[in-house]
């Protein structure tokens, strides 16, 4: 398993763990407890990782993806759809051409 691996298992542990916690006490609880403020940090972050990488900063861009994913993480609990289920999706899609992939989806 590869280091990024461990540690995304590690910290969604943590992160279903803060379920039901004290909201005033844990920033994760809170962010379970309300997941629409959840889902608006994901989308801030997705934004400021998007901003490092256009400016080239490596620094930047590997700490706004620990916060990309870390609030990724609190969504998916917050929404319970487990990490087994992405991995499925994307298990699909392996070996699919993105195009194919991407075109399969229209309706």
Do not use: C, F, N
């Amino acid at each position: 398993m590869s280091r990024l691996a461990e540690v995304l298992t590690r910290l969604s542990a943590v992160i279903e763990s803060r379920k039901g916690g004290d909201a005033a006490a844990s920033y994760t609880a809170r962010l379970l407890a309300e997941p629409a403020l959840a889902a608006k940090k994901l989308g801030e972050e997705a934004v400021e990782t998007v901003i490092a990488a256009v400016q080239g900063d490596a620094d930047a861009l590997a700490a706004e993806s620990a916060d990309l994913l870390y609030h990724w993480l609190v969504v998916m609990a917050a929404s319970g759809v487990s990490l087994d289920e992405v991995a499925a999706r994307l298990e699909a899609r392996e070996g699919v051409s993105g195009h194919d992939e991407k075109a399969s989806r229209k309706g």
